[in-house]
């Protein structure tokens, strides 16, 4: 047993993320089926949406359809989705045709949303400011982002938020580069974090070690751009859904009233949650699926 590789490799140069639903007709267990034998490989995530896993009648522990929480002071979307793929390539080419064959495995599903994503620079939001500087690595990943001690079929599967922000790049323009560095609050050309940040700025409104419990997450997010605008999707790993929560709450100021100063510019459109399912001997592990249509 074991995890899915590319929850925890680098962030590739070129992505496709797709949100697919069941066809009409298309039976959870004809899913099921369908995913079980599914080839996995290093390019690959997959992630069932909690509308399937309530479709199946499972629980999984530590997942949870994405908060809406209607009194936030900014609106949260969300969006839905059966299964969640992520495929990763060098170039364009081979992220088109891993796609193909990942669908045609899944003739049960249709795609309903796909997102084109990439590297931006050396790992940089299209702001400019790089994106995921207090990831965890190395052994405090694996703990923040995989479920351990919860027997065969958890073990080494993950929980993941998927959200797509659209930004605003002419409205982030016009703040000037001090105001943009307050409302990171970090250095742009220096990436050092400001002795002076404001409280709204998103570096305090995130600090993972200021929760308690400690709130930290593994992220994964990429630029995007097409005929919808541009942006950046956030992907975020854990073992729970408790520290996204958490980091969101505070970021929306249901905490203590101040909104993230990333709001002034960007906005999520976009929403859901996904469990991504151990693997053994190469195929998607659903132990802890099956036996709720067994």
């Known amino acids: 047993m074991s995890d899915q590789p590319l929850i925890l490799a680098d962030v590739p140069p070129h992505a496709g993320f797709l949100f697919l639903d069941r066809r009409s007709g298309a039976t959870p267990g004809a899913v099921l089926d369908e ?7 290093e390019d690959l995530v997959v992630g069932l949406g909690h509308s399937l896993l309530a479709a199946l009648g499972a629980t999984i522990p530590g997942m949870r359809p994405m908060p809406g929480w209607p009194d936030s002071p900014v609106p949260i979307p969300t969006t839905p989705a059966d299964l969640f793929l992520l495929v990763a390539g060098d170039d364009l080419g081979a992220v088109l045709h891993r796609e193909r064959a990942v669908r045609a495995a899944l003739p049960s599903l249709s795609v309903t949303d796909r ?13 400019g400011y790089e994106d995921g500087t207090e ?3 190395g052994d405090h990943a694996r703990a923040v982002a995989l479920r351990t001690g919860m027997g065969p079929g958890l073990d080494g599967s993950s929980v993941v938020a998927v959200q797509r922000w659209v930004h605003d790049l002419d409205a982030f ?10 409302a990171i609050g970090r250095a742009r050309d220096s990436n050092e974090e400001l002795a002076d940040a404001p409280a709204s700025a998103h570096v305090r409104r995130t600090a993972q070690e ?3 419990p400690e709130a930290f997450l593994v992220r994964r997010s990429m630029p995007w751009r097409d005929h919808r605008g541009a ?3 956030f992907v975020a790993y854990g073992a ?9 709450r505070r970021m929306v100021g249901l905490d203590d009233g101040v909104v993230d100063a990333l709001f002034s510019f960007t906005r999520p459109v ?14 998607l592990d659903l132990r802890a699926v099956q036996p709720a249509i067994s």
């Open 173 to 182: 323009d016009a703040l000037g580069r001090e105001r943009q560095d307050a």
């Open 35 to 41: 995913l079980a034998r599914l080839p996995m490989s």
């Open 270 to 283: 976009t929403g859901a949650t996904f469990w991504c399912p151990p693997l053994a001997d190469g195929r």
């Open 231 to 233: 942006g950046l999707v």
């Open 115 to 127: 997102v084109a994503g990439f590297m931006h620079a050396d790992s940089r939001d299209l702001t």
């Open 210 to 212: 200021d929760f308690d």
């Open 240 to 248: 729970t859904l408790d520290p996204f929560e958490a980091q969101l």
């Open 135 to 137: 990831n965890p690595t």
